[in-house]
């Protein structure tokens, strides 16, 4: 080999091991063998509708012992439907993977068939049970989006040597084999034996008394929920924490305890209890690689948890992460605090989340009338004119900062104000004007460009910074994720993703105004791919954004950009290579991910494209793009910043003057900007879920902020106007205040 092809080859394998390190921990245990037959020892309470304002230290003993001792965290329980029932929950634990019970009343679950009744998979054992309707739930759960096999979690463990007992209705759900069956059966805690509890490796407990109280409460003549009483409700919670007591005093030495509030109580969900305690659980909080967020874990957790403490290896068919622990000082009372204030914060954004939307493109709305009524008056003196261009351009730009300081307001909790929805509105208004007043503050007020680079730059930064550092501005924010819907827990969702795109792509080309101003193609081309190189590592690492679509949405709208500065020809041959270049990079990182000891969900897709399932998930995304055409108020949104970029920002108005073709005349690079800001928002709507939502928050930042460069633009235009001529100088050329000037 040549010492050039030497050099190629070390270079390329330094890439392969420091992305392996970026883009994943080490896989050197990825392919440990699963041993022969369970090492460990696990019971698994769960008790639906648990949550943490229901444990204290007088009412709940036990509960608030094993929080005490052990790890604790807020459990989502989100599975296929916006509340989560118990057999849901259970069934999820059995799958690993999001599960339901088909057709189904959010009831108890149903009562097992035990030995001496006909069961269509067979008769069950002596002393064991089979789940009431087993094949029908089966065959729904493998033809839903998710594919999940149930009794998962059962068949491993009776695949490697070991029993399963189950205690209650609900617990044969969970930990039934692929038929369903169980290998002992009992019918509550008090009648477990210590012979049972020392029997079988894995056991799981069903204690009901909470979800039955609501059971037992009905519900009201328009089909609602009936509330429980404070009185009511602290007197299930105290009955569910004597069976558990029963429980945990029975259980012999070395068996880890997984307590997990399966399943919500009502149509409204709530993050619910999550605790740990045994073998690697120590006094603390927990977390998992699926959320990657402090004090928080999700019910397909609990299966990877399960399986790794038996020693057993996990299936690719279960999704979750195995919860860690982090152990902590705080008392069990300043950890149960805090994790009751997640849960609030999780209501509180929930409460508001879809509201905000509604506002910010309604709001958006009223600025594009203000603007054509701005335009329509431009009459009277200068002063009047550049008072109502001025200030329809301020409200510009505070539009185009609102998305950014969305997200800002997370760093206040503004949850916990008595009337948090305006808390919340004030701050984000705040942290607008902030924004926009640092936008305006200086000289650069007087350019076309630089006000709205500051807000994009700032909105770009801000959004890198937080997935770099582990999401904690992404959850529960108004255009971010909430752990009740547990779509995303960490990276960006596809909203955030949208916005950091367009910010990032207009950021770039406006920061290479001045290099094409002075002919530095070189320096603006460089400018981009620097930038582009960055949003992309960002977005589609699995440490930061963890982004699949979102790659192939960055990669061609920067080269387009970079084409563009550079004065190329853009082309759709151009642009389609430009697109496979973006599939061959996310398909790189999935191929590196999967190699890691716990890939996410970029890695799964290298794996799913490996076994032949990958269509299946790219169908699955296609069609729930298409549905999101019937998201009518975002549809609506995006048809009104449409219709406004041509009849406002392109029309010419009364004036014979395009809003959009004064501010092309003012930058080199609005028009790029533009059209590569649109790329990326139709390119990230067509390759992912969420489909036109992706384009109207695209729209959200970049329409404000073209309208403020073209207001800006105007009111140059109308005071060159208005200023007359300069006095002829003895110097040829010497004039001042020449309309380049004034632009720069």
């Not at 990825?30 to 769960?46: D, E, N, Q, Y």
């Not at 429980?247 to 997984?258: A, C, D, K, Q, S």
């Not at 997200?407 to 607008?432: D, K, M, N, Q, Y």
């Not at 729209?699 to 309208?707: D, H, K, N, Q, R």
Request: proline content about 6%; some cysteine; charged content about 15%.
């Amino acid at each position: 080999m040549t010492p050039r092809g030497t050099k190629i080859t070390m270079f390329l394998a330094t890439l392969v091991t420091v992305l392996t390190a970026v883009l994943g921990p080490s896989a050197a245990h990825a392919g440990t063998p699963a041993r022969s037959a369970p090492t460990g020892r696990v019971v698994i309470i769960g008790v639906p509708g648990l949550m943490w304002s229901d444990i204290t230290r007088k009412d709940t003993p036990a509960l608030w012992g094993l929080t005490s001792q052990g790890s604790a965290a807020g459990l989502s329980v989100r599975t296929t439907r916006v509340n989560t029932c118990p057999t849901d929950g259970w069934l999820t634990l059995s799958a690993g993977q999001r599960s339901r019970l088909p057709h189904g009343d959010c009831a108890l679950p149903s009562a097992p068939i035990l030995p001496g009744h006909d069961s269509p998979t067979g008769p069950p054992p002596a002393g064991g049970a089979v789940a009431a309707g087993w094949p029908a739930i089966k065959s729904d759960n493998a033809g839903t989006n998710y594919h999940a096999q149930i009794g998962l979690l059962g068949d491993a463990v009776h695949e490697a040597g070991g029993c399963t007992m189950a205690v209650g209705p609900g617990a044969v759900f969970g930990v039934g084999n692929g038929g369903g069956r169980v290998d002992r059966y009992v019918e509550s805690p008090d009648k477990v034996t210590a012979a049972d509890w020392a029997r079988c490796s894995l056991a799981a407990v069903d204690v009901d008394d909470l979800f039955r109280a609501y059971i037992d409460a009905g519900v009201d003549p328009h089909g609602d929920q009936v509330p429980l009483t404070e009185e009511k409700r602290t007197a299930a919670a105290a009955a569910a924490d004597r069976r558990v007591g029963q429980v945990v005093t029975g259980l012999p030495e070395g068996t880890t305890v997984l307590v997990a509030g399966l399943s919500d109580t009502g149509v409204n969900p709530h993050l619910r209890v999550a605790v740990a305690k045994g073998g690697p659980y120590e006094p603390g909080y927990m977390t998992s690689s699926a959320t990657r967020q402090d004090g928080l874990v999700t019910l397909t957790d609990l299966t990877a948890t399960t399986l790794k403490l038996l020693g057993l290896k996990q299936p690719k068919q279960a999704v979750g992460s195995v919860w860690r622990a982090q152990p902590s000082t705080a008392s069990a009372h300043d950890r149960v605090d805090a994790l009751m204030d997640e849960d609030v914060a999780a209501q509180a954004i929930r409460n508001v989340q879809t509201s905000f939307y509604w506002v910010l493109f309604a709001t958006q709305l009223v600025l594009y009338g203000v603007a054509v009524l701005a335009l329509r008056r431009l009459g009277g003196d200068r002063r009047s004119r550049a008072r109502i261009l001025g200030g329809t351009r301020v409200i510009a730009l505070l539009g185009g900062a609102a998305p950014g300081a969305s997200f800002l307001a997370g760093l206040l909790p503004w949850w916990r104000a008595e009337h948090p929805t305006a808390v919340l509105i004030c701050t984000v208004l705040g942290f607008g004007g902030l924004l926009t007043g640092v936008a305006l503050a200086g000289p650069w007020r007087r350019s076309t460009v630089v006000p709205g680079l500051v807000i994009t730059g700032v909105t770009a930064l801000v959004l890198a910074v937080d997935v770099m550092t582990g999401s904690s501005l992404q959850l529960n924010t108004l255009m971010g994720y909430t752990a009740l819907v547990a779509g995303r827990f960490y990276g960006f969702g596809n909203q955030a993703f949208s916005l950091f795109a367009v910010a990032a792509i207009l950021t770039a080309a406006w920061l290479t105004e001045y290099p094409l101003r002075r002919e530095r193609k070189a320096v603006a081309v460089g400018i981009v791919a620097a930038i582009g190189a960055f949003t992309v590592a960002v977005d589609g690492l699995p440490a930061f954004g963890s982004d699949f679509g979102g790659v192939l949405a960055i990669v061609p709208a920067f080269a387009m950009l970079g084409l563009m500065v550079a004065g190329k020809r853009v082309s759709a041959p151009k642009l389609g290579v430009f697109f496979l270049a973006g599939v061959v990079l996310v398909l790189f990182i999935s191929y590196l991910n999967a190699r890691s000891a716990n890939p996410t969900h970029l890695g799964r897709f290298w794996q799913d494209l490996m076994d032949g399932d990958a269509w299946g998930v790219v169908t699955r995304k296609f069609d729930a793009m298409l549905n999101s055409l019937g998201y009518w108020p975002y549809t609506l949104a995006l048809a009104a910043a449409v219709v406004f970029l041509f009849f406002v920002l392109a029309r010419p108005t009364r004036w014979r003057v395009s809003l959009l073709q004064g501010a092309y005349e003012h930058s080199l690079t609005m028009r790029p900007a533009l059209i590569c800001a649109l790329a990326v928002g139709v390119i990230g709507t067509l390759v992912n879920d969420s489909g036109v939502v992706i384009l109207s928050v695209a729209f959200s930042l970049a329409t404000p902020l073209m309208l403020a460069a073209g207001l800006r633009s105007l009111e140059i235009d109308l005071r060159n106007a208005d200023t007359p001529p300069p006095e002829p100088s003895e110097s040829p050329g010497a004039s001042t205040g020449s309309p380049s000037a004034e632009r720069r």
